[in-house]
């Protein structure tokens, strides 16, 4: 791995090399930016619900080691320039949306130097105690907690320090809130949004007895650690505060529980919010964009007790 650009020494790394800097291990969560995108047409009522179980099968949760991204930048030495660091992969070719006669290139993005001197950005080597998979990025991968997956750059090849922000095409191509691929104002998709699910009852269950229930379910957040998760049953008329379980972790999923007395008969709609440390609040409504990224709004799930 090649350190180079506005920096006082460059670097060669080679993987030996790497591990020899004192490691850091982080749990978080990884979700691509898209992992939800069939939800903005329910919401425009345009689909039927989406499964929990498909939506469950695109996020994952680890734990990874690796070397703070930030000790590496301090050996090469950074310079007043030093304000974005450019990650490039080995992984090369031509994205389908790309104008015709685009030629290939490799993976990249561009992160901006704050978030790549926070210690829990990580170049990383291992997963779950393991070395990484090819499949996950091996040898070493860049990761990027609290912000969408594509930022987490597999096959990591090169780190270019940069005085300006780099023109990589994933930023403003396919990554980006704006209304058309013509939106003057397009937005950098970074943070993933303050989110919650219901998991139980799953999507197979469409009728419980009355009496007793658990509810229970995932929150998490990119911009701070679950502060609290409420659940209505009223499809959002009431709501009541549910139990937040150990360990809460700042980057990780949280499990939640909710002791539900549902000894009325009837039609309900099981609904979560989460709020986070920072004070964001999952939102009644999604924030529609062309690209249909970063969908974290509340979501009902109806369910009948007879």
């Known amino acids: 791995m090649n350190v180079f650009g506005e920096v006082k020494k460059p670097l060669t790394l080679n993987f030996d090399q790497l591990r020899r800097f004192a490691g850091r291990s982080v ?38 080691t690796g070397v703070p991204l930030a000790v590496v930048l301090n050996e090469a030495g950074l310079t007043r320039k030093s304000h974005f660091v450019r990650a490039e992969g080995s992984d090369q070719g031509v994205p389908a949306t790309a104008v015709p006669g685009t030629k290939p290139f490799y993976y990249d993005k561009g992160l901006p130097i704050e978030k790549g001197l926070h210690p829990d950005t990580i170049l990383a080597w291992a997963q779950n105690g393991q070395l990484l998979e090819h499949l996950h990025g ?48 397009k937005e950098l998709i970074t943070t993933i949004g303050v989110k919650s699910i219901v998991t139980q009852p799953n999507d197979d269950t469409e009728t419980l007895s009355p009496g007793i229930h658990m509810i229970r379910g ?61 004070g964001r609040v999952q939102s009644h409504q999604p924030r529609y964009n062309y690209m249909r990224k970063n969908f974290s709004a509340i979501v009902g799930y109806p369910v009948a007790v007879a």
Request: glycine residues 8%; charged residues 25%.
């Open 218 to 278: 995932y929150a998490w957040s990119g911009a701070g650690a679950i502060d609290r998760v409420d659940v209505s049953v009223d499809g959002g008329e009431t709501w009541h505060s549910a139990n937040i379980e150990q360990p809460r972790d700042r980057f990780m999923w949280v499990r939640w529980s909710y002791r539900w007395d549902a000894g009325r008969k009837g039609k309900y709609m099981l609904m979560s919010r989460a709020t986070d440390e920072v």
């Open 27 to 64: 749990r978080t969560v990884m979700e691509c930016s898209g992992s939800d995108a069939t939800y903005f047409e329910y919401f425009k009522g345009e689909g039927e619900r989406p499964s929990r179980t498909k939506e469950a099968m695109i996020l994952s949760a680890s734990e990874w």
């Open 138 to 185: 091996a040898p070493v991968r860049l990761l990027v907690p609290g912000w969408s997956g594509n930022w987490s750059v597999k096959w990591l090849t090169k780190l270019e320090v940069m005085e300006h922000e780099p023109d990589c095409w994933y930023h403003y191509q396919f990554y980006y809130y704006g209304n058309s691929p013509d939106d003057p104002n």
